[in-house]
């Protein structure tokens, strides 16, 4: 069983391996201060299991998770936080409450190894965001992390199972669903104009009238978007046109 | 009866017996009879205006039931008037005085009735003043519990992060190293101590809040380790300056967390204080990453609580403020000192 550590503080991870010292199949392979180097991790070596903590230097536990292509079991470790308690209630294996004690980690453990005998451990896809995720996107390019202000985005569009995230120095692809950044971000600022297109309105110059009933979006950088009816009146709305 | 209104009542009495005295020795009624006629009528003047505002005082009589306080006021009248004719007649009097009575009657009555409107008119007034005040101030006294309860708000919201972290580095140190962890519990109940002792409008000077500011660094490195590198500096004028207590801890938490969260490696926080005039200038420094973000610092809940806090104190918004350059963060308070 290979582990992966990753919390920003060297303390909260020896308490981590200090407990999963009892459990002698476990082998801990790394010990991470930051996501970006939990990333590495990852693809280095393959762990069953991560401890994550949610608070931490550059990205955060969620979106270091979103970045990785086959994410492993998870337990979350956290000081306080409400919102990550509901985000991964439904998702992770358990989540710890800092500061733990050995009963409770156990127990956290043996919940995961019951799991992985029965079955593939449940997996995180569509965590519901966390406050980070109202502001930016974690996307990768190549082997580069980048902490996209979603300010700098200019548009979404869909793309089969994945996103593209467009900005001026082109776009970037991201494993998600239109839904999750039309839920996730502010409504006030991307508008889902069309079922494959979420605009950013600070983008917008103008709309223009097509063929029949049809309009379209022009943007700032002169790119097209079109516009359904739907998201056509949606677009009025906002703009209270 | 408060002494002023007891005043008011004797002057009432006195300005209108003299009045009266000498208008009526003036048409040749004698001394004595003029002064014994002036004295009672102005007692029973005085004795229904008081019965008069007294009435008005519990009834309240707003615009609509006036002509209530005008009926009233003539019922009072009637029963003043009585009592004065009787009153009059009854004491020992010439008969010249008393066809003159007789004959004044009427001018009487209707004297007495203004009187007892105007007094009716003059308390209904004086209640109203009164209530108006009241309310004023009710509302002040509100208005300033309001304020009270927002500043307890205000300062308790440092991060629960912090305590609960602290208490799971506790919780690795009591296996590993116990001797740090004990001290590490003394730190921590230090700082909670001085967090919970203070009053919340209290001022301290500025050595006090390095103190209490000390303590909780020293949590911080012991839970970051070497990324941690805080330089506190401070002039010895600033040092004896005052500020709200607490209110660098919140400051310091929120360069921490996103000096500590933007960068990966060794963060410096530098803490400034000097005395420029009659001012406390405090500039806390920390390092960001200005690519990464798109909120800036300044935008956390953490400094805007600072500026709410600060408003409240010292009724100025322009005491907190932030400025970036490069890589660098920089909030400023400036606590005027009184």
């Known amino acids: ?241 | 009866m408060g002494a002023t209104k007891q005043l008011f009542f004797i002057g009432w009495w006195l300005l209108w017996s003299a009045l009266q005295f000498s208008v009526m020795v003036y048409y040749g009624i004698s001394v004595r009879q003029s002064w014994m006629d002036a004295t009672v009528t102005s007692s029973m003047v005085v004795l229904f205006g008081y019965v008069m505002i007294t009435m008005v005082k519990y009834f309240k009589p707003s615009a609509k039931n006036a002509l209530a306080v005008l009926v009233s006021a003539v019922a009072l009248t009637v029963l003043s008037g009585g009592l004065l004719y009787g009153t009059l007649k009854v004491l020992p009097s010439s008969v010249g005085y008393l066809q003159w009575l007789d004959r004044t009657l009427p001018i009487r009555f209707i004297f007495i009735w203004l009187m007892i409107v105007l007094a009716g008119i003059n308390g209904w007034l004086f209640f109203f003043i009164k209530e108006h005040q009241q309310n004023e101030l009710r509302e002040k006294e509100n208005e300033n519990v309001m304020r009270q309860a927002e500043l307890i708000g205000l300062r308790q919201q440092f991060q629960p992060h912090f305590i609960f972290n602290s208490l799971n580095s506790i919780s690795a140190l009591a296996g590993t190293n116990p001797n740090l962890a004990r001290k590490m519990i003394e730190q921590l109940s230090d700082f909670l101590r001085g967090t919970v002792k203070k009053e919340i409008n209290q001022l301290v000077p500025l050595k006090e809040e390095f103190n209490h500011l000390q303590l909780y660094l020293d949590i911080e490195k012991v839970r970051f380790e070497h990324r941690l590198i805080a330089e506190v500096r401070a002039d010895e004028a600033a040092l004896e300056m005052k500020l709200p207590s607490l209110l660098l801890q919140p400051v310091l938490e929120n360069a921490i967390k996103f000096g500590l969260y933007d960068t990966v490696g060794e963060v410096v926080i530098r803490v400034e204080a000097r005395a420029i005039q009659n001012n406390l200038i405090l500039e806390i420094k920390n390092p960001y990453d200005p690519s990464s973000r798109s909120t800036m610092p300044g935008t956390g809940f953490g400094l805007n609580s600072i500026q709410r806090r600060l408003a409240l104190l010292f009724y100025r918004n322009d005491l907190l403020s932030t400025q970036q350059n490069e890589n660098t963060f920089t909030t400023s308070i400036k606590i005027p000192q009184r």
């Open chain 1, 1 to 241: 069983m290979k582990v992966v550590i990753i919390d920003d503080e060297p303390l909260a991870r020896g308490i981590i391996k200090e407990y999963l010292s009892s459990f002698s199949q476990a082998q801990v392979l790394a010990e991470c201060g930051d996501g970006f180097e939990g990333v590495k991790a990852m693809v280095q070596h393959q762990p069953d299991l991560i401890f994550l903590d949610i608070q931490m230097p550059k990205i955060n536990g969620f979106e270091m998770l979103e970045l990785i292509d086959n994410p492993p079991s998870v337990i979350f470790t956290t000081a306080f936080d409400e919102y990550a308690i509901k985000a991964f209630e439904t998702h992770a294996i358990d989540y710890l409450l800092k500061p733990f004690s050995k009963e409770r980690f156990d127990k956290a453990v043996n919940k995961w190894l019951v799991q992985k005998k029965i079955d593939a451990p449940p997996t995180l896809n569509e965590v519901v965001g966390s406050p980070e995720s109202q502001n930016r996107v974690v996307v990768k390019k190549g082997q580069n992390i980048v902490v996209l202000p979603v300010q700098r985005i200019h548009y979404f569009e869909a793309f089969d199972d994945y996103v593209k995230i467009y900005t001026s120095e082109g776009f970037y692809l991201k494993k998600k669903t239109m839904s999750y950044f039309e839920k996730t971000l502010e409504a006030t600022q991307f508008v889902r104009v069309h079922r494959s297109y979420l605009l950013n309105l600070q983008e917008l110059t103008r709309i223009e009238p097509m063929e029949k009933d049809n309009h379209v979006a022009v943007l700032k950088n002169g790119s097209r978007i079109p516009l359904s009816q739907t998201g056509y009146s949606k677009l009025k709305s906002v703009l209270g046109i």
